[in-house]
């Protein structure tokens, strides 16, 4: 087991209710257990079975490489970037959707904290630095949308670049969408009791349990002022250029479907495949911050 998750317990309020989670004690308790498919008002009892999901996924991979050949042939560029809590499946998404396509024109671009020379710099210049380059499809594993979740709620930015990211955001994306890049930006949603399970689940596996870092530890205390920054980015960020698409993510299978999906219903590319490509579950997948009304 890694050293570098810290051993604590924290209490906790959920639905009014005091509750004491510990990510290191190895049974998980009834209360997460039992809530936590239909936690955040999920609309499904039961997860999607694997069969369909894999019958279903091989369809679209096909068609996603499709998507790829067409921005060659082109020279079409695509960037989809996905957030949403910690745990909410943002890798699981991405690699179901790039797992499949060629790898040097498909990159996944996960910055880390920036150097001190990258801190003063314009904020979002390291990352337009990764846009993609004509036949390139790039996909944001986190993106400069740290400003608007992570960084306020943990302190690492001021009051006033907070605000000032809010301003200054559209009118980036703006850019984007003048450049002819074919942009997304999804946000992955979670009920609570799943963010815990998965915690959990990541503590007690040794192949996951460095997904588990004492940043994740430290946020389980903070989910109302997450929730409340999440709030207020897809209302003052979601825009007719740049809207955000909301996915219900408590199962990881629907989830990933439903998000590409979205991503080749919106893509005008050759040899498309509607029928391979299905129908949008609404309960699952919607636009902007209303769908988590």
């Known amino acids: 087991m890694s050293q570098d998750v810290e051993s604590r317990a924290v209490e906790l309020e959920i639905h009014g209710k005091r509750r004491v989670f510990d ?45 790829q050949f067409w921005l060659q042939a082109s020279g079409g560029r695509v960037m989809a970037l996905y957030e949403g809590r910690d ?22 671009v996960a910055l880390t904290k920036p150097t001190e020379r990258e801190a003063g710099q314009w904020y979002f210049q390291r990352y337009v630095a990764q846009f993609p380059t004509a036949g390139e499809f790039v996909l944001f594993d986190r993106s400069w949308y740290n400003r608007a979740g992570v960084e306020p709620v943990m302190g690492f930015c001021t009051p006033e670049q907070y605000e000032h990211f809010l301003k200054q955001v559209p009118q980036i994306e703006r850019t984007i969408e003048h450049e002819h890049i074919s942009f997304f930006k999804f946000y992955l949603d979670i009920g609570r009791e799943m963010q815990l399970k998965r915690f959990h689940d990541r ?3 040794p192949r996951a349990v460095w997904k588990l ?71 699952i997948i919607g636009s902007g911050p209303h769908f988590l009304k």
């Open 23 to 67: 990510v290191d004690d190895p049974v998980l308790p009834d209360w997460v257990t039992e809530d936590a498919l239909s936690s955040g008002d999920y609309p499904y009892k039961k997860k999607l079975k694997e069969e369909e999901y894999l019958k279903d996924l091989e369809a679209l991979q096909i068609e996603l490489v499709k998507v």
């Open 87 to 108: 745990a909410a499946g943002k890798g699981g998404a991405i690699a179901a959707t790039s797992s499949h396509m060629n790898p040097r024109l498909t990159r996944v």
């Open 203 to 205: 503590r007690h596996d």
């Open 213 to 283: 870092s004492s940043m994740d530890i430290a946020a389980l205390t903070k989910w109302k002022d997450y929730s409340e920054k999440r709030d207020r980015m897809l209302k003052e960020t979601h825009t007719e250029h740049a809207p955000w698409t909301v996915v219900k993510g408590n199962d990881k299978r629907r989830a990933r479907l439903n998000l590409i999906r979205h991503i080749l219903k919106t893509l005008d590319y050759t040899g498309k495949d509607k029928e391979a490509i299905g129908e949008l579950d609404d309960k």
